[in-house]
Every structure is written in C-alpha cells, then in structure tokens.
C-alpha cells in the first residue's frame, strides 16, 4: 500500500498569493473604463505529474503475518552439548564467554577466597568433566528432514538436538561441514515429513528489498524480524570467500544458522554474523548468500565435504596505485604475486606480474577470484582474460582441486631495527636494503637458494611502515624485473622515474608470502 501527493512548497504558495493580492489592490486603486474590454484570464499552468514510486513500493504488504506463518514451521532451534574436559579451551565459538567470571569482592574477604577456590577446583588436572551448551538456529530443507545451519554452532558438539515449532524434540546427526563458509548440514530422522523452504536466487536481491529473518535470539525461538537488504558483497574478512548480504533486518546471538527469506518465502541468505560493539543487534547484520551456499550445501549433504576449484596463484586487488605501477588504465583485475610451483597456473605459464582481468568472460577483481574460482569444477577449463605487461591475452586453464591447508609455517625471529653495514636507503620511502648473506638468511629463517634484496631497516611513520614492510622482508623484484642486489633495485627505480611514473611497485616476501607493494615515486634522483 501506498499513499500519493502532490507536494508544493510552502514558497510557492505564498508568492502566488501576495502577486494576487497586489494585482487586485491596483485595479482597485485604478479601475480601468467601462469600455475598455476586459482581458481573458491566462491558461493556468499543467500541474507537473505526480511522483510515482516503483511497482515493488505499491506492492509492499499491509502485514507479514501470512508469509510468517507459512515459513515459521520450517525454522528450528538448534542445541548442542559438549563436554569439556580441564585444560580444553571451552570458549571456541562466536557466541560470546560462557566461563564464570569473579566477582570484585573485596580484597581478603571470604567470598574472594571461596571463589577462587571454586575457579581453581574447575581449572584442575582432577576435575570432572563440564557440560557445555550452545543454542543456535536452522532451517529445514527437505521434507526428509534435513537441515542447514552454521558451522560455528555445531562444531566440537558431542550432541546435537532440534525442536520444532510444535516443541517436537528430535536427535540430529551431522552430515558434513566447512569451515572456509561456516555452513553444516543436519538430518533428523522423523516419522512424518516435516515442512521445508526453498531457495531463492540471491544474485537478484536488490538493496532495498525487503527480507525477513527467523531464528532464535537468545534462545527465543521462532522470532521473527523484518528489515531491507542494506548492501551486497560485503567482506567482513571472516573467511576468503566472504560476499555477504547486509541486512539491517535485526539479528543476534542465537539468530546463527537462521534463514533470512525474501517476500516471496524463499530463502536468500543463511544469518551468519552481526557488527555490535554492544553485544546486540545495532542493525548491520550479514548473511551467506544463497547462490553461493546451494552448492556447498549439496556437497555436505551428499559428500559430507567440500571440493573446491584451485589455479594455484597468489593475487591481491588491483589499486589505483598499483594500476599507475603497471601502466593500467583503470585499477581493475587480479594481480598475480607468486605462482604454486606445478600448479595450474604454472602449468598454464601464469607468470607473476600478470594481472587477471576476466573469468570465462566474466569480468573479476582480486576479492572475488578465490571464490569464483572455488565454485569450478576439478578439471574443468576455464578462460582467463589476462593483462601482461601491456598486453591482453587469453590463457587456457585447466582447473585443479583446491589441497588441504598447511598449517605450519615458519615462524620468524625478531628483527633487529638498526640497518646492516653497507645498506642503502630508499630516499622518500622511508626503509633501507642490503644483500642477502648467511648470516641474514640464518637470522630470518630464509631458504637457502632465497633470491632477492633484503629489508634492512624501517623507519616509524613513513611510508614502508604505513604499508606494513618490516625489517626481513625480501623485495624479489621491482616493477616485474627481478632484482638480486640494492644496485639492482636503484636502477629500476631510476628507469621508473626516467619513464615518468607516479607509482613504482614492489614484489615483496615474507613468511606470510608474497605480495605487491605500490609506493609513490618521490621526485628527484637522491637515495
């Protein structure tokens, strides 16, 4: 329903009527003759056509209550339960700290003695095991009974129960899930079929259209709470394919897992995780996007894990500083900072330096390569649109499967801050480099055969810190030629400013790995 006016200003009015009034008062001051004819009063102006708002706004409903209804049934509560054993870390989850805290009593009293004692008996090597539970949301998707919801709701959970609208309590078992997405699968077994939603395309939600969110916050199960989609691809950095809906629909703790349904039941996110520096909903809440979760989601149900597309390349986004590096035009694509020995893209001779610029025709940034990509198929070939060195090409890809993540890396030692003898300073950039010896390989765990130009010293506030470099860090190359020693680096340096750019660029190794790093050229030749 809606309503339509037409709006004139106040302004308006009132000069109409003063310029009425005066015309009236002068042919009363000066009454024209009786012969004179009297002049025909001028067409009145066509009034502008009314604001008409568009055909979603006159279509928005008086009430929810109806789509409500309809979709509560196939929201669940979701209740877990873990034991915890003395020295287990009990407080994994994003739900908040459930460990007691103590009191402030004061200092000596008894009650600070008991509690300390009681802390200390739960803390011990002795003590028996902790009952630990967690509440959470779900929503039902198939009539068999299986459910989607969080993956941070149910991990770690020795047991896992779900309650139905009608207050039917049945054991669930957990079919699969993923950390990379924080999305599991549920079955419940259930004598009769239960009801189920279905999904809806996110990539048409629209900021602006209205959603609604069920869940259960605080363990208030079946609430339901109604807002707009606030904005699209939202990177919130919780995990590498992040490409969240915002929805300032309100959702807090225990809304996890829930679904979050457009106007016509259907659901277009699966709640996930809010901003509130309070604790509570303050309106910016976020969801996993149904064309992105339909396919894990199948996955899971059917594999118990996920399978993922891989090329085997490191990339960051492009700037507009990195764009004036490399003589881009526009700052857009995908940069390549180091190619996996033997992957695909090394198969596909992906060189470092290149920037990807579309996938399968589709153009891409470096935010949403990873996760495009993910959704490929394991020997699938894909097209990509690539940027070398002025140059656009096409390469062909084969798509490889996604290895299980390492998880150890190398950690490096302290850094000394004072520079190495015989370093030389990159004037107006604010650190120092010097060439790489046995000693500087041992004191930051390099490799042996490591190549490159080693960061000897940064200087606080200048623009080497304020890009994150650190003494230790290695500069392998300098706009996309490789540099071995400080005089290697000073010459490319030279040939940018001789080439008259605004931005010379870095290729940068850490234990973290590699990754480009733009700098506005100073002016002048001084180092």
């Known amino acids: 329903m809606s309503f339509r006016a037409a709006v004139f200003s106040r302004s308006c009015l009132a000069m109409g009527l003063v310029t009425a009034l005066g015309a009236q008062a002068a042919r009363a001051a000066d009454p024209a003759p009786a012969s004179t004819p009297v002049p025909a009063p001028a067409t009145p102006a066509t009034p502008p056509a009314?604001?008409?708002?568009?055909?979603?706004?006159?279509?928005?409903?008086?009430?929810?209550?109806?789509?409500?209804?309809?979709?509560?049934?196939?929201?669940?509560?979701?209740?877990?339960?873990?034991?915890?054993?003395?020295?287990?870390d009990d407080d994994d989850g994003d739900d908040g700290d459930s460990?007691?805290?103590?009191?402030?009593?004061?200092?000596?009293?008894?009650?600070?003695?008991?509690?300390?004692?009681?802390?200390?008996?739960?803390?011990?090597?002795?003590?028996?095991?902790?009952?630990?539970?967690?509440?959470?949301?779900?929503?039902?998707?198939?009539?068999?009974?299986?459910?989607?919801?969080?993956?941070?709701?149910?991990?770690?959970?020795?047991?896992?129960?779900?309650t139905l609208q009608d207050n039917t309590v049945l054991k669930a078992r957990l079919l699969g899930h993923d950390d990379r997405t924080d999305l599991a699968v549920l079955k419940v077994d259930s004598p009769r079929p239960l009801p189920a939603v279905p999904f809806g395309d996110s990539d048409h939600a629209r900021v602006g259209d209205w959603v609604l969110a069920i869940g259960n916050p605080f363990g208030l199960s079946g609430t339901v709470t109604a807002g707009i989609?606030?904005?699209?691809?939202?990177?919130?950095?919780?995990?590498?394919?992040?490409?969240?809906?915002?929805?300032?629909?309100?959702?807090?703790?225990?809304?996890?897992?829930?679904?979050?349904?457009?106007?016509?039941?259907?659901v277009i996110g699966i709640n996930t995780a809010i901003y509130s520096p309070s604790g509570g909903s303050v309106g910016i809440g976020f969801s996993i996007p149904s064309a992105e979760a339909q396919g894990i989601i199948e996955q899971l149900r059917h594999h118990g894990r996920v399978t993922r597309g891989w090329i085997g390349v490191r990339i960051q986004d492009v700037t507009q500083e990195i764009a004036d590096g490399l003589g881009l035009k526009d700052p857009h694509g995908a940069l390549i900072a180091g190619v996996e020995p033997k992957g695909p893209a090394a198969v596909a001779h992906l060189q470092t330096g290149d920037v990807i610029q579309s996938l399968?025709?589709?153009?891409?940034?470096?935010?949403?390569?990873?996760?495009?990509?993910?959704?490929?198929?394991?020997?699938?070939?894909?097209?990509?649109?690539?940027?070398?060195?002025?140059?656009?090409?096409?390469?062909?890809?084969?798509?490889?499967?996604?290895?299980?993540?390492?998880?150890?890396?190398?950690?490096?030692?302290?850094?000394?801050?004072?520079?190495?003898?015989?370093?030389?300073?990159?004037?107006?950039?604010?650190?120092?480099?010097?060439?790489?010896?046995?000693?500087?390989?041992?004191?930051?765990?390099?490799?042996?055969?490591?190549?490159?130009?080693?960061?000897?010293?940064?200087?606080?506030?200048?623009?080497?810190?304020?890009?994150?470099?650190?003494?230790g860090d290695v500069v392998t190359e300098v706009q996309q030629a490789a540099v071995n020693t400080p005089a290697d680096l000073r010459r490319q340096i030279d040939a940018a400013r001789t080439q008259h750019r605004k931005t010379v660029l870095f290729l940068v190794q850490n234990a973290d790995g590699l990754r480009w790093v733009p700098f506005p050229l100073p002016e002048g030749g001084g180092h």
């Open 229 to 266: 989609v606030s904005s699209r691809g939202r990177n919130i950095e919780q995990g590498p394919y992040d490409d969240f809906i915002q929805t300032d629909a309100p959702i807090n703790k225990g809304n996890s897992g829930g679904p979050l349904f457009n106007l016509r039941g259907e």
């Open 99 to 162: 460990t007691p805290q103590v009191p402030n009593f004061p200092e000596g009293s008894p009650f600070e003695k008991f509690f300390h004692d009681f802390m200390n008996r739960q803390d011990s090597p002795n003590a028996p095991p902790r009952k630990m539970q967690a509440l959470g949301s779900g929503f039902i998707i198939d009539p068999s009974g299986v459910i989607v919801t969080n993956n941070h709701v149910v991990r770690h959970a020795d047991q896992i129960t779900i």
């Open 50 to 88: 009314p604001l008409r708002l568009p055909g979603e706004g006159r279509n928005m409903p008086d009430s929810f209550a109806d789509l409500a209804a309809r979709l509560l049934p196939a929201v669940v509560n979701v209740s877990t339960t873990e034991m915890v054993r003395p020295g287990e």
């Open 360 to 471: 399968n025709g589709k153009d891409i940034d470096g935010r949403a390569l990873p996760r495009l990509v993910a959704e490929l198929a394991g020997g699938s070939v894909a097209h990509l649109g690539i940027w070398r060195k002025g140059q656009q090409m096409t390469v062909a890809i084969t798509i490889g499967a996604l290895p299980e993540e390492k998880t150890d890396k190398a950690d490096s030692k302290p850094a000394s801050k004072n520079p190495a003898q015989g370093s030389l300073a990159i004037a107006g950039m604010g650190f120092t480099v010097g060439e790489i010896d046995d000693i500087a390989r041992q004191k930051y765990n390099m490799a042996e055969g490591q190549k490159g130009v080693l960061v000897t010293g940064v200087t606080d506030d200048s623009p080497a810190a304020e890009r994150g470099l650190r003494p």
